[in-house]
């Protein structure tokens, strides 16, 4: 079932990368341009970066990831590359911190037969095996320069009429799909997949709605010959400004009449929030739907955030990401404190109470710079916000026992 749920999920993969050849090259030049973006993970949220590189040629691409370590530095743990021949991709793929190849995917075209083949092969040490091939029968745009997986649908949206999955690493599963287009539009108004999994047979149905020329709405139900009639999944649903740019994408899970645990297998409802500058990328949000709260309701809370930099020809430079939740950068797997701060909205004056201990705060713009550092006693202890501007803050709590970040908003 959890092979099922992951073909539902809607995504626009990006990835940047550089063929096997000049592997040393490739891991030093990343690592000394990351120099310029090392900094302690005490003086933010920042959780990870990833810098993107191109070569002069522009068929080569790199995207170098650093993750911080425990001792407040960021250590290179992998890059993804991509590489194309004459704006088409022909391989793309993921090396470790020592430039060995962990996987990568393969890319045939052929033109009459508009006809496009993805293999992917995982690696063991040195030895490659080949985990999934994907055939793309009827490509509207054989030059198409986009990594289409099984749940790309938004990428893959008119890219094909139909596909052909065989997954080696799932005892040689094969999965099927084939859109459906509408004479009136050359956008397609639904995709069925078809599979056959540990013996029962599985129907993916995906219906989308359009306005104009964009995407609304995505709605997915499943047949399985298990179940007497179909069960509805998810919905995707989606904002644009008047750019026609994606400014929220939300995924509710529906309920279902045969006590499916769908959130245990997709991992629930959640929210992305975009916001652009000068027609590009500037920040990507990530919200989680937590309905544990039986108090004040249900709600999405921030998880990370990521904010994007360019360069000067205007390509992607640096991607950093922000942690937001209940761990913060630099915490380990310790008990999330129980605090209360109010007033929220606040003006003057903000209060902490719960605290069973001496407790660290910092208060951090919504950039996730550090903006103040203090220490309060246990008991209710009173902060200061006259200094702050008007905004949205995050206030990030740790003590013995664990740590929190809340979200408050200064008036």
Do not use: W
Request: overall charge negative; charged content about 20%; aromatic content about 12%.
């Amino acid at each position: 079932m959890l092979c099922v749920m992951a073909l539902l999920a809607i995504s626009a993969q990006a990835q940047t990368g550089n063929p096997q050849l000049d592997k040393l090259f490739r891991v030093l030049f990343t690592q000394q341009r990351g120099a310029h973006v090392q900094k302690a993970a005490t003086d933010s949220l920042l959780t990870s970066y990833a810098i993107h590189e191109a070569n002069q040629e522009r068929d080569y691409f790199t995207q170098s990831l650093y993750e911080y370590q425990e001792n407040a530095s960021y250590l290179h743990t992998s890059t993804d590359y991509q590489y194309l021949v004459n704006g088409r991709l022909m391989e793309s793929g993921t090396l470790d911190d020592h430039g060995d190849t962990l996987a990568k995917t393969v890319y045939s075209y052929d033109d009459s037969a508009k006809i496009m083949q993805m293999e992917t092969y995982v690696y063991e040490e040195q030895d490659a095996a080949l985990a999934n091939r994907t055939v793309f029968y009827g490509v509207k745009d054989i030059a198409v320069n986009v990594d289409i997986s099984v749940g790309s649908f938004i990428d893959g949206l008119n890219f094909c009429d139909s596909m052909l999955m065989v997954m080696y690493e799932m005892d040689t599963m094969e999965i099927k799909g084939v859109y459906a287009y509408d004479s009136l539009s050359k956008y397609p108004k639904g995709l069925t997949i078809n599979m056959e999994y540990f013996f029962i047979e599985v129907a993916i149905m995906i219906d989308f709605t359009y306005t104009d020329t964009l995407l609304t709405a995505v709605k997915a139900s499943m047949l399985m010959s298990a179940f007497p009639g179909p069960m509805d999944v998810m919905t995707y649903a989606f904002t644009y400004n008047e750019k026609g740019q994606v400014l929220v994408s939300e995924m509710t899970l529906l309920p279902n009449d045969y006590n499916v645990d769908l959130e245990s297998l997709v991992g629930g409802s959640n929210k992305t929030v975009y916001t652009y500058r000068n027609d590009k990328t500037h920040s990507i949000s990530y919200y989680s739907y937590d309905n544990s709260d039986t108090v004040n309701g249900p709600k999405y809370e921030l998880d990370t955030r990521e904010y994007y930099t360019y360069q000067a020809n205007g390509d992607v430079d640096t991607v950093y990401t922000y942690s937001f939740g209940e761990l913060g950068a630099g915490v380990g797997d310790i008990a999330t404190l129980k605090v209360r701060i109010s007033p929220n909205p606040v003006k003057d004056m903000l209060y902490v109470s719960g605290l069973e201990a001496e407790t660290e705060v910092g208060i951090y713009s919504a950039e996730g710079k550090k903006l103040m550092q203090t220490r309060v006693q246990e008991g209710e202890s009173s902060i200061s916000t006259q200094e702050l501007p008007k905004g949205v803050y995050f206030i990030r709590l740790q003590n013995q026992y664990g740590n929190s970040v809340k979200q408050v908003v200064k008036q």
